[in-house]
């Protein structure tokens, strides 16, 4: 006799075979547009869900950090907390500057916002399931795509006609490309190992999880996501010793909103893209392929808070200097070791014996390489 866990189990897998084989009909294809429609639709309902749930998340997590209770007042436990800002926020008055870029000044919240959703167009939460579910060349749109985020953080610099929004607007972009290429080396790392730039196929090649495999991979594109995403330690917008707030110092109301909503859209898609890339997608035991998505999507932007709460900001120079002479230079030395490991295992199967081996290599090289730099200053002061 079964046991209610065991009937639990076998009634949602049921369910989701339900949900599988009306995928697998031929549907999507006898109904082109309605797909694309219902595909559409949901993924813009996702990414509001989703941020909605990261915005109330992050706030309840960081509080015990801060010694706060967090939202606790809109619905239970705060929860409608995000919906009562996303109300206020659109209330408030659209303030463009007399001398601004009108189109610039007007499109730029636009198209910071777009590329999250294109991304998930092609980020597989479940095998087969999806706008475009298997794209050949996924990797590389998600690369593309996301560099558009650049020319958005320039365009709302420029058409603000704010110098300080201007400079606040190059040094963004300056970070932003600087990262952007250990970034794209440790994709390559996952995509040599796999040999193909389906996220389909990604998914499908971890029966050990990369971030296992590949932890210099792992390591610095998430430290890249975190540049990327502009969130601690390289928050330097928000810090306290800048004069203003940035690129979007001139914006208000709703398109301010639209900005604040691309930087949390950018965290659920920089965590999904980990989860799909380094973290086996939708792979898991018992529970259905999307709870398990949506656990590790949580799972890393749990610790992105984490960091936020524990670790002090960086400097300009510091941040600079860490793409180009620490990550950079290192990451190129991953891709050899990786290229050195591919050509030694001669297309065998990934062994689990590979996995401390990578963890004392990139143990060892970090070591090592962060030997060569050291904190320039004078004497240490006794307190």
């Known amino acids: 006799?079964?046991?209610?866990?065991?009937?639990?189990?076998?009634?949602?897998?049921?369910?989701?075979?339900f949900f599988d084989d009306a995928l697998d009909s031929g549907w999507a294809v006898e109904n082109f547009w309605a797909h694309w429609g219902l595909f559409a639709v949901g993924i813009v309902g996702f990414v509001l869900l989703v941020v909605m749930g990261f915005i109330w998340f992050e706030r309840r997590f960081i509080s015990p950090f801060q010694l706060r209770i967090g939202p606790n007042r809109c619905g239970p436990f705060g929860l409608?907390?995000?919906?009562?800002?996303?109300?206020?926020?659109?209330?408030?008055?659209?303030?463009?500057?007399?001398?601004?870029?009108?189109w610039v000044h007007f499109l730029a919240p636009i198209v910071v916002f777009v590329p999250v959703l294109l991304m998930f167009a092609v980020i597989p939460i479940?095998?087969?399931?999806?706008?475009?579910?298997?794209?050949?060349?996924?990797?590389?749109?998600?690369?593309?795509?996301?560099?558009?985020?650049t020319v958005a953080v320039f365009m709302a610099g420029y058409g603000s006609n704010n110098k300080y929004a201007l400079v606040g607007a190059m040094r963004s972009v300056a970070q932003m490309v600087s990262y952007e290429m250990p970034m794209a080396f440790a994709v390559i790392a996952v995509v040599m190992v796999v040999g193909s730039l389906s996220l389909h196929d990604i998914v499908a090649a971890?029966?050990?999880?990369?971030?296992?495999?590949?932890?210099?991979?792992?390591?610095?594109?998430f430290i890249c996501a975190l540049a990327e995403l502009q969130r601690t330690p390289f928050d330097l917008l928000e810090a306290e010793s800048e004069i203003i707030a940035g690129y979007h110092i001139e914006y208000?109301?709703?398109?301010?909103?639209?900005?604040?909503?691309?930087?949390?859209?950018?965290?659920?898609a920089q965590c999904a893209i980990i989860t799909t890339l380094f973290l086996g997608g939708w792979k898991g035991p018992i529970l259905p392929p999307v709870f398990w998505f949506m656990i590790k999507l949580f799972a890393v932007f749990g610790v992105i808070v984490w960091i936020r709460a524990t670790w002090p900001r960086v400097r300009i120079d510091q941040l600079m200097g860490f793409a180009w002479k620490y990550m950079l230079?290192?990451?190129?030395?991953?891709?050899?070791?990786?290229?050195?490991?591919?050509?030694?295992?001669?297309?065998?199967?990934?062994?689990?014996?590979?996995?401390?081996?990578?963890?004392?290599?990139?143990?060892?090289?970090?070591?090592?390489?962060?030997?060569?730099?050291?904190?320039?200053?004078?004497?240490?002061?006794?307190?």
Request: hydrophobic residues 55%.
């Open 1 to 17: 006799m079964m046991n209610l866990p065991d009937i639990a189990t076998q009634t949602v897998r049921a369910d989701w075979q």
């Open 80 to 102: 409608l907390q995000p919906v009562a800002d996303a109300v206020k926020v659109m209330l408030k008055e659209d303030i463009v500057p007399a001398l601004a870029d009108k």
């Open 126 to 149: 479940h095998e087969g399931v999806g706008l475009i579910s298997d794209l050949n060349i996924g990797i590389l749109f998600i690369v593309a795509v996301g560099s558009i985020e």
């Open 206 to 221: 971890q029966s050990v999880p990369f971030a296992l495999l590949l932890p210099m991979a792992f390591l610095f594109y």
């Open 252 to 268: 208000s109301g709703m398109k301010f909103a639209m900005f604040y909503l691309g930087e949390y859209g950018g965290a659920i």
């Open 329 to 383: 230079p290192l990451s190129l030395v991953n891709l050899l070791i990786v290229a050195i490991e591919l050509i030694w295992l001669e297309g065998d199967a990934i062994r689990w014996w590979v996995v401390p081996l990578n963890m004392v290599i990139t143990g060892g090289l970090l070591t090592a390489w962060a030997g060569f730099f050291k904190l320039k200053g004078g004497e240490q002061v006794e307190t």
